[in-house]
């Protein structure tokens, strides 16, 4: 549970409001993720970052914009959000190398509520 | 493209009583399959997976699951539930070949009520 953190874990916003998410991962892990889980929704991929380079950017909105200054940190910056955009959001990181495989690590996630 | 599906949005079963959830899958080679479990207000907590090797996959809390690749089929199953297995379930796969990077594709879950 204490492998990968998340901060805050509530967040209520409004529309026109700039807040940032925060994880962190303590397992020494080089890739982490981004996911959204709303309701009645599959989990959906946001972003990857594998070695602090983003790999992989699943059509998300620029409303949305990640950073990962280091292996064990990953950020998600909010501005201009819509109540559309009320889920939870779940940072995971992984091992990843040769061999494939790999567990992702899940946070406990940060329940957003955009007003 | 990799797909996963759980076809039941919800089991119930009795403490005490077998439970399994179903989950099937699709990718164009051969798959890396995982199952997650997620509590109220928590995030996805690991389980199980199948890489390679024998087909019967042991895991956290008593749970197993079976590969079956004629049926593409990667289901969990728990010989005696208790109530608090009671959570949302989650099957997730990768494709094993490089292309697919290490994109997970998860199904939509299926909510698992176990009744005392």
């Known amino acids: 549970e204490t492998g990968v953190t998340q901060t805050p874990r509530h967040l209520v916003m409004g529309m026109t409001n700039k807040k940032s998410l925060k994880c962190e991962q303590h397992?020494?892990?080089?890739?982490m993720y981004w996911y959204k889980q709303s309701a009645k929704k599959p989990l959906e991929l946001m972003f990857v970052?594998?070695?602090?380079?983003?790999?992989e950017n699943n059509s998300v909105p620029s409303r949305f914009s990640p950073e990962c200054p280091n292996s064990s940190h990953l950020f998600l910056h909010l501005h201009t959000l819509q109540p559309e955009d009320s889920a939870l959001y779940l940072c995971?990181?992984?091992?990843?190398?040769?061999?494939?495989?790999?567990?992702?690590?899940f946070g406990p996630g940060t329940r957003l509520l955009v007003l | 493209a990799q797909s996963v599906a759980q076809p039941e949005d919800q089991v119930n079963v009795a403490e005490g009583n077998p439970l399994t959830v179903k989950c099937t899958y699709s990718?164009?080679?051969?798959?890396?399959l995982f199952w997650y479990v997620q509590y109220p207000n928590r995030g996805l907590q690991f389980l199980l997976k199948?890489?390679?090797?024998?087909?019967l996959v042991k895991g956290s809390y008593g749970f197993e699951a079976e590969f079956n690749k004629s049926q593409t089929s990667f289901h969990l199953k728990k010989p005696s539930a208790l109530v608090s297995d009671s959570a949302l379930y989650f099957c997730?796969?990768?494709?094993?070949?490089?292309?697919?990077?290490?994109?997970?594709?998860f199904g939509g879950g299926t909510r698992v009520l176990v009744k005392p």
């Open positions: 995971a990181s992984s091992q990843n190398g040769r061999g494939g495989g790999q567990t992702q690590y």
């Open positions: 397992l020494g892990h080089n890739a």
């Open positions: 970052y594998s070695l602090e380079e983003r790999v």
């Open positions: 990718v164009s080679g051969n798959p890396y």
């Open positions: 199948y890489i390679t090797g024998d087909n």
């Open positions: 997730a796969v990768r494709d094993i070949s490089k292309a697919a990077g290490n994109k997970l594709t």
